[in-house]
């Protein structure tokens, strides 16, 4: 918990954001430090020469390389260090796309509702760049996929289908396991978005058969600004970023460094027992904020009722009669941050996508999201402060 001066008062900030960016864990911001300070005190090279000072570099690289394909269960080899997830999903659509235009294919895409913005506008952009089409998908009240509509989607022309591992907004998990399977059967390549699954849950992308996974290093508390694309061995695409040799030619541009080692520590600190913990005790403090918020009258779940079809560390809640805006900016003032589920409260003027796909109210809603840091005190004065600034909010409008 930080203090921060607003006017003449100290106020206790409590941090329930975290699916949005996570607070940058210790082991990274000492291992950011200590590879800046060695930028520094020591001449690092380009990890791509092969004298002393660009094999000391490729070493500390290689070496943060294979401690993310540890936490991924992966080949060192199978690893792309990019600028985050919404790289890695361009990357990995973009590839997919010139793939399939190479065999002569029309390239066809498809994807849910429900995906993140960058799954959207990245299949549109590249898929109508080639004159091809993108099929979406529905899905139920929860924000579950429809698998028989989207295997149905599949056809032979379709040079990529996208699913999420979890929701970003309501938390659902999604059937990743079974879109697999028959993307496989029918030889379709398929990324799946876990920029809200690892670090998280247990996410070993080739136990699924799936070819292409994105994630970013900033929501489990690694540094921004990182991320990675796991390639399926043996699967080769043409790469979004072109003109060197970095990344064995798959992502050109030279390698951040200080970023890729402090990444690579978050990975190796989040071994199978301390994820486990750390889910746990995401999933305990969520379940007493809802037990709790949920006695306000209007307040509900959003997403499914079973905590173990979502996300561990995140929920989102149904706000009746007040807008969104008021109640983040009530919280804000009593020290807390979150984000509303619908997007009109922060980037854009539009109802949440993923809530108008549910077929539920896109315009009233919160999300609450929490991570390595958050204490039972954090849920606590949450719990305290959301009914009163309803309860304010609702009175004002009457």
């Not at 619908?342 to 109802?351: F, N, R, Y």
Request: negative net charge; charged residues 20%.
């Amino acid at each position: 918990m930080r203090y921060v001066a607003r006017s003449l008062n100290i106020v206790a900030r409590h941090y329930l954001d975290h699916a949005s960016t996570s607070p940058l864990r210790d082991s990274a911001r000492t291992a950011l430090s200590e590879a800046l300070a060695l930028q520094v005190d020591e001449t690092i090279g380009d990890p791509g020469r092969i004298h002393q000072e660009g094999m000391t570099a490729r070493v500390l690289l290689e070496n943060a390389r294979e401690q993310v394909a540890v936490l991924l269960n992966a080949k060192q080899r199978e690893i792309i260090f990019t600028s985050g997830a919404t790289e890695s999903i361009a990357a990995a659509t973009w590839g997919a796309v010139r793939r399939s235009v190479e065999t002569g294919a029309t390239p066809h895409i498809v994807h849910a509702t429900v995906e993140h913005s960058a799954v959207r506008r990245s299949s549109e952009l590249f898929a109508n760049a080639f004159g091809g089409s993108v099929s979406v998908i529905g899905v139920d009240t929860t924000g579950r996929i429809d698998v028989e509509a989207f295997v149905d989607a599949l056809t032979p022309s379709t040079a990529l289908a996208h699913v999420q591992w979890g929701n970003h907004e309501v938390g659902t998990l999604q059937p990743v396991a079974e879109i697999a399977a028959a993307c496989n059967e029918l030889g379709i390549l398929l990324h799946v978005d876990a920029a809200q699954a690892v670090g998280h849950l247990t996410v070993h992308p080739k136990d699924l058969g799936i070819d292409l996974l994105s994630f970013s290093g900033h929501k489990f508390g690694g540094p921004t600004g990182i991320g990675g694309l796991w390639i399926r061995q043996g699967l080769r695409i043409e790469p979004l970023l072109t003109g060197g040799e970095q990344e064995r030619s798959r992502r050109s541009g030279l390698e951040n460094l200080p970023l890729a080692i402090a990444l690579g520590v978050v990975a190796e600190e989040l071994d199978e027992s301390t994820r486990l913990a750390e889910a746990a005790n995401t999933r305990n403090l969520l379940a007493t904020a809802l037990d709790r918020v949920t006695t306000t009258p209007g307040i509900s779940l959003l997403g499914p009722s079973d905590a173990a079809h979502r996300l561990p560390h995140l929920i989102c809640l149904a706000v009746d009669g007040v807008e969104p805006q008021g109640v983040v900016l009530g919280l804000d003032r009593r020290g807390i941050a979150l984000h509303s589920g619908s997007s009109c409260a922060s980037e854009g003027l539009e109802p949440s996508p993923v809530l108008e796909a549910m077929g539920v109210d896109a315009q009233r809603s919160l999300r609450i999201s929490v991570g390595h840091n958050s204490t039972s005190e954090d849920i606590d004065v949450f719990c305290d402060e959301l009914p009163t600034v309803v309860s304010e909010l609702r009175s004002l409008r009457a």
